[in-house]
């Protein structure tokens, strides 16, 4: 182990996981039972697992797997599908009272409206059936017959293409992670340690590893994974390593009106835009209502509803640097984008704001008025898009930073629904950093959580960068 202080160390540990939203106790279950890493911590601060983005009200709930997502490449859609099936076989495998807390079934759409979006809509179905054969194409009769409320006082001439499945999944990630947590708790094993209420101050490379101060004492470990998904950047800085990169903070909030839909209906997004289009959505936790959003609202925070991390958001995104004004402003420059962040910075204005959210919904439901709209209060999260400042692009999706014998990841959507695959890629990642010293049962590990097909981590749902 690492470094000989006099000092109160509180533990030292082989691997240290920083960050207990659904990737860090994903991470935390992967290491804890399938390999034999003799020590293994994982640090949170917050007083229960999950309660940033990952909380079950803060983000939209859907398990992501390409079929409706129509901004995801096919390629994209190819690692993404397998990747996200491994939460609903790893919750088939759970206690069937934990099951229905965390994973529910649910209808799917993807709705096209008009004839451009109808064209684009028939265009991505031919490239995607094969990958999704319970995709089916539905006429406006038909879209009707699953969704009335799509079609009630639409206009007649108004083209509409829809894909559906009735083979989608809600999943409530905040008891994933629980439950995570109790899988670990159950093995009974004292190789695993959950710190609640422990707050990383710095990081600090020493000898041979990392020293973690904490706000309840100091941590060793050789390795240590961030996977404090908007911090992960400003402890990645705090090293020195992804430098290039600045932050869009994205604050997503919601909606609700009666239920109004039977399953999840998605809009045609815009490839330009990093944010799924509006939506519609049963919430897992507040039946027979719908919640519809996530508005995108530019707000310079790290954290949803916490002023307090709002220094950190400027510490992180470098904003005073001649490099990232000139990326912000190219980035903005397009027309798309900054009309899109200009509308939804309105829509969360009290009084006027959901009647101009309106026409939004009223793309899926024509008949849906503002008195039917209630601001959800309590409910979204952020979502910090990576700039680089190099190249002056928007960096669509997760990325992740790797460091010496350190990773930042940093998981915007999809995140939440390929957090078991990105958990084994990383536990792949730690196996090198040890020599490939310890174990990680792989096969034990598909048979759980693949119904035994293999998992192929060489390819990415997110983007690397490497630095030294
Ligand atoms: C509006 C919205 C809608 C979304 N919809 C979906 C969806 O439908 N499907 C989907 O797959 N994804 C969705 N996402 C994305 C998803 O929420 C994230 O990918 C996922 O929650 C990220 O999980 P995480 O564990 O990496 O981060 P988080 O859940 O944010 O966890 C990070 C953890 O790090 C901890 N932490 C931070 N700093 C410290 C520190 N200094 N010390 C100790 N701990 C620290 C935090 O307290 C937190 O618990 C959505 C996101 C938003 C905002």
Redesign the pocket.
């Known amino acids: 182990m690492v470094g000989h202080r006099s000092e109160n160390i509180v533990g030292k540990y082989d691997v240290l996981i920083?960050?207990?939203?659904?990737?860090?106790?994903a991470l935390f279950y992967m290491l804890s039972r399938y390999t034999n890493i003799p020590k293994i911590a994982l640090?949170?601060?917050?007083d229960k697992?999950?309660?940033?983005?990952?909380?079950g009200r803060?983000?939209?709930?859907?398990?992501?797997i390409g079929d409706i997502e129509t901004n995801y490449s096919l390629e994209k859609a190819k690692v993404v599908k397998p990747a996200?099936m491994m939460i609903p076989f790893y919750v088939k495998k759970l206690h069937p009272d934990a099951q229905n807390k965390i994973l529910f079934k649910v209808s799917k759409m993807i709705l096209a409206v008009g004839r451009d979006e109808v064209a684009k809509l028939e265009k991505r179905y031919e490239e995607i059936k094969e990958l999704y054969p319970d995709l089916q194409k539905l006429d406006r009769k038909e879209v009707g017959d699953v969704e009335p409320n799509i079609t009630k006082g639409r206009r007649e001439n108004e083209e509409l293409l829809a894909l559906y499945t009735l083979d989608g999944y809600a999943?409530d990630?905040e008891m994933l992670?629980a439950s995570f947590i109790s899988e670990v708790n159950k093995e009974g094993s004292n190789r695993s340690d959950l710190f609640l209420g422990?707050?990383?101050?710095k990081i600090k490379k020493v000898d041979k590893g990392y020293r973690v101060d904490?706000n309840k004492g100091v941590f060793e470990a050789v390795a240590v994974v961030v996977?404090?998904?908007?911090?992960s950047l400003f402890?990645a800085k705090s090293l020195g390593y992804g430098k290039k990169f600045s932050l869009i903070p994205v604050a997503?909030?919601?909606y609700f009106s009666d239920k109004l839909l039977n399953g999840k209906v998605y809009t045609m997004q815009d490839k330009k835009l990093p944010f799924?289009a509006v939506h519609g959505d049963p919430d897992v936790q507040i039946p027979n209502k719908t919640r519809w959003?996530?508005t995108a609202k530019f707000f310079p925070v790290l954290?949803?509803g916490k002023l307090s991390t709002s220094m950190d958001y400027f510490k992180s995104a470098g904003l005073f640097r001649y490099c990232t004004a000139k990326s912000f402003v190219k980035i903005l420059s397009d027309y798309t984008r900054f009309k899109y962040l200009v509308k939804n910075a309105l829509y969360d204005l009290p009084l006027v704001g959901k009647t101009l959210f309106l026409p939004n919904i009223k793309k899926i439901i024509p008949s849906i008025k503002a008195r039917n709209l209630k601001k959800a209060k309590g409910f979204?999260?952020?979502?910090l898009q990576r700039v680089d400042t190099e190249t002056h692009e928007l960096q669509l999706g997760?990325g992740r930073i790797i460091g010496d014998n350190i990773i930042f990841?940093m998981?915007?959507?999809?995140?939440?629904?390929?957090?078991l695959f990105n958990a084994v890629r990383d536990t792949e990642w730690i196996m090198g950093v040890f020599d490939n010293k310890y174990k990680f049962d792989k096969f034990a590990m598909e048979n759980d959580c693949t119904e035994g097909y293999p998992c192929e981590t060489g390819k990415e749902t997110s983007v690397d960068f490497y630095s030294s």
Not at 43 to 46: A, C, D, H, M
Not at 380 to 383: E, V
């Open positions: 920083i960050g207990g939203g659904v990737s860090g106790t640090l949170e601060k917050e697992v999950a309660q940033v983005n990952s909380r803060n983000n939209s709930q859907t398990l992501h996200a999943v990630y992670a422990y707050k990383v101050k904490t996977d404090a998904d908007s911090y402890f997503g909030s919601f799924a959003g996530p954290e949803s979204g999260g952020m979502r997760e990841n998981t915007p959507s999809p995140g939440a629904s390929v957090c």
